[in-house]
């Protein structure tokens, strides 16, 4: 793990591996890289957003344990999007299959899950509450 | 119809995400300091790492949203702004659990 963390702080390796391609792929990459970012910003956002702007849950904390999750998880996307940048950067100098990765399908369960169970929370609020 | 290289194009495009990355981190820094401001000393040190981080994103993105010259990818930025981006979610992380104690 410490060597893929250090690979990405080392452009010197990176470029010495294979050939340099055709730039466009490699800005296409950065943008790929930069889009994931920004959803993980928008997630660490939207943790920041549910801890000030929610009204208080039927359960005790819940606006709290939802605000750490989306936190982490934008924590997550950041830190995944920087490796498969420089994986898919790695396999196109090698001429290689770009990476494959179920993280994407991941994080759509994650997001799905937890939406539905917000569901939940405001329809149990809207029973018991009044 | 030619299909050149665009030479131009493909560097102003990743510009542009850049700049919209810049954006987005803002947006998230002004959440993160209104969560932050409650008046006490602990908030206060928080939101000032939080500017502080804020800051160094604003030099890196700018230095790749800017200018006009040939295409620069990779190097060092692309890890620094996702080390920012961790510590702005980690510092949150401090700011929601500061509100249970």
Known sequence: MWEAIRRWFDPAELGSVGETPDYRFSLANERTFLAWLRTGLALVGGGLAA???????????????????LLLLGAAVAIRAVDHWARTERAIRLGQELPASRFPAILALAVGVGALL??????????GGR | ???????GLQPERTRLAWRRTLLTVT???????????TGDPTGALIAGCIVLVWGALLVLCWSRGTGTGPARTGGRTLPLVTVGTVVLALLGVLLVLRGLW
């Open chain 1, 51 to 69: 801890a000030q702007f929610l009204p208080p849950l039927p359960m005790s904390h819940l606006r709290e344990v939802i605000a750490v999750a």
């Open chain 1, 118 to 127: 917000l569901v939940v929370a405001v329809l149990l609020r809207a029973i």
């Open chain 2, 1 to 7: 119809m030619s299909t050149g290289r665009d030479p």
């Open chain 2, 27 to 37: 947006v998230v820094t002004v959440l993160a300091v209104r969560l932050a401001s």
